[in-house]
T-cell receptor, first 111, second 114 residues
Framework: NAGVTQTPKFQVLKTGQSMTLQCAQD?????MYWYRQDPGMGLRLIYY???????DKGEVPNGYNVSRLNKREFSLRLESAAPSQTSVYFC??????????FGPGTRLTVL | DAKTTQPNSMESNEEEPVHLPCNHS???????IHWYRQLPSQGPEYVIH???SNVNNRMASLAIAEDRKSSTLILHRATLRDAAVYYC???????????????FGKGTKLSVIP
């Protein structure tokens, strides 16, 4: 099992560009999550999907959209990237409200 | 939301036990205590969780105070691979939206000295 995979690993964008971060899990988990981590800080929840077909805002949703494509995949879209969105983005999944498994992260820089 | 307080950093010698404290004085009766750790340049990793009783697994032990206002993560023999940031997190037990969310603080950075 690959667990939680994220693509790309690194990305550099210019202000105003758009991009989609991809996340997939092969553990048959119901719930999936997107977090961001700024330097020296803990993770903050952007959006989550408790189950296939549902998505909800987390602590810092502004500037992001998500799509729960199917049970395996949960994508995060930045429509118009801003320097404040420079961060490391982590995807996670869990079996309903059980503990979460995290991916390796995507390091995003917005110039 | 109930919050946790952890020391910013701790040091331990290799192969010695480590006790990582966490205060959560405003914990509610329905909150689980979760611990995660984050190794350098990696995503967080689940370590252990508990509600009222002490818990053991292959990675660590979790000691929960009788009044549940504090807990301690115990690594029985620290290795260099245990150097990481350790997060103590309260998670709602109920079925509402909050039960899905993990709120990460800054955690405790554990350094292991060879």
């Amino acid at each position: 099992n690959a667990g939680v995979t994220q693509t790309p690993k690194f990305q550099v964008l210019k202000t105003g560009q758009s991009m989609t971060l991809q996340c997939a899990q092969d553990m048959n988990h119901n719930s999936m999550y997107w977090y961001r981590q700024d330097p020296g800080m803990g993770l903050r929840l952007i959006y989550y999907s408790a189950s296939e077909g549902t998505t909800d805002k987390g602590e810092v949703p502004n500037g992001y959209n998500v799509s729960r494509l199917n049970k395996r995949e949960f994508s995060l879209r930045l429509e118009s990237a801003a320097p404040s969105q420079t961060s490391v983005y982590f995807c996670a999944s869990s079996l309903l409200r059980e503990w979460q498994f995290f991916g390796p992260g995507t390091r995003l820089t917005v110039l | 939301d109930a919050k946790t307080t952890q020391p910013n950093s701790m040091e331990s010698n290799e192969e010695e036990p480590v006790h990582l404290p966490c205060n959560h004085s405003t914990i509610s009766g329905t909150d689980y205590i979760h611990w995660y750790r984050q190794l350098p340049s990696q995503g967080p990793e689940y370590v252990i969780h508990g509600l009222t009783s002490n818990v053991n697994n292959r990675m660590a032990s979790l000691a929960i105070a009788e009044d549940r206002k504090s807990s301690t993560l115990i690594l029985h023999r620290a290795t260099l691979r245990d150097a990481a940031v350790y997060y103590c997190i309260l998670r709602a037990r109920n079925s509402g939206a909050g039960s899905y969310q993990l709120t990460f603080g800054k955690g405790t950075k554990l350094s292991v000295i060879p």
